[in-house]
C-alpha cells in the first residue's frame, strides 16, 4: 500500500511536465465526491492502493501528483471525473427596480428547490450541478422562462477554481447523493466566470 499524506505537484507543473513527458503515469481516477474527502482508499489504475491521508483543509485537484517511484519512473496521478454544472447570471442593468430583481431571485430560488437542485451563489451569479440530464436542465430553464437570467453548461474543472473548498462540496460532492433544496449564498462574487454554451430569456 502506498500512503499518501502530502501531494508532490501536478501534471501541469512545469518540472513534472517535463519529467512526466517520456515516463508512465498511473491513474487514481475518483469520481467528483470521492476527490472532496481527504482520507480514504482506493486502488490505481494498475491495481495498486493508495491510502490518501491529507492535512484537514486539504483536497484533491485533477492532475495531482500522489506518488513518484524514481526506480520505475512512475507517478500516480489524479483523475477526477467532474459533471458538468450549469451557470446562471442574474442580469443586472442600471436603472432596473430592485423589485424586478428580487421577484426574479425568489422564483429562481423557487423552481430551484422545486426540483431538489443544490447550488452554490456567488454575486449574481448561481452554480448548479447536473444532478439529472442536461436537455432536462434546459427544458426547466425554458419553461420558466426567467427574465433577466442567462445559463450556460459548462464542464465541472472550468468552475472548481471560482469556489471555495466547501462550495466544491456542496457542488461536486452532493451531485451524485441525496439532492437539497436549500440554496446556498457567498459574500463575494467574481469578475469573471467561465462560458460555453450560452442561452439566455429576456422580456
Known amino acids: ?26 491513474e487514481l481516477v475518483l469520481d467528483q465526491w470521492q476527490a472532496q474527502k481527504n482520507r480514504f482508499r482506493s486502488k490505481s489504475a494498475s491495481g495498486q492502493e493508495v491510502a490518501v491521508a491529507l492535512d484537514r483543509n486539504s483536497h484533491l485537484h ?9 526506480s520505475t519512473r512512475q507517478a500516480i ?34 423552481a430551484l428547490g422545486n426540483q431538489h437542485w443544490p447550488a452554490v451563489v456567488k454575486g449574481t451569479t448561481v452554480y448548479v450541478p447536473l444532478t439529472v440530464d442536461r436537455k432536462v436542465m434546459a427544458s426547466v430553464m425554458k ?4 427574465e433577466g437570467v442567462s445559463y450556460d453548461f459548462v464542464p465541472g474543472s ?23 433544496s436549500h440554496v446556498h ?6 469578475s469573471q466566470h467561465p462560458t460555453n454554451e450560452k442561452h439566455s430569456h429576456e422580456h
Open 1 to 26: 500500500m502506498i500512503l499518501v499524506e502530502r501531494i508532490l505537484g501536478n501534471v501541469d507543473d512545469p518540472d513534472w511536465k517535463t519529467r512526466l513527458e517520456t515516463d508512465r503515469c498511473d
Open 62 to 70: 485533477d492532475g495531482d501528483i500522489l506518488a513518484w517511484n524514481e
Open 77 to 110: 496521478v489524479v483523475k477526477i471525473l467532474l459533471n458538468d454544472v450549469m451557470v446562471l447570471k442574474l442580469e443586472t442593468t442600471p436603472g432596473q427596480p430592485v423589485e424586478t430583481l428580487v421577484r426574479t431571485s425568489i422564483e429562481l430560488g423557487h
Open 143 to 146: 419553461t420558466h422562462a426567467f
Open 158 to 180: 472550468e468552475v472548481i477554481p471560482y469556489l471555495a473548498p466547501h462550495e466544491s462540496r456542496r457542488l461536486f460532492g452532493g451531485a451524485d447523493a441525496t439532492p437539497h
Open 185 to 190: 449564498s457567498h459574500s463575494h462574487s467574481h
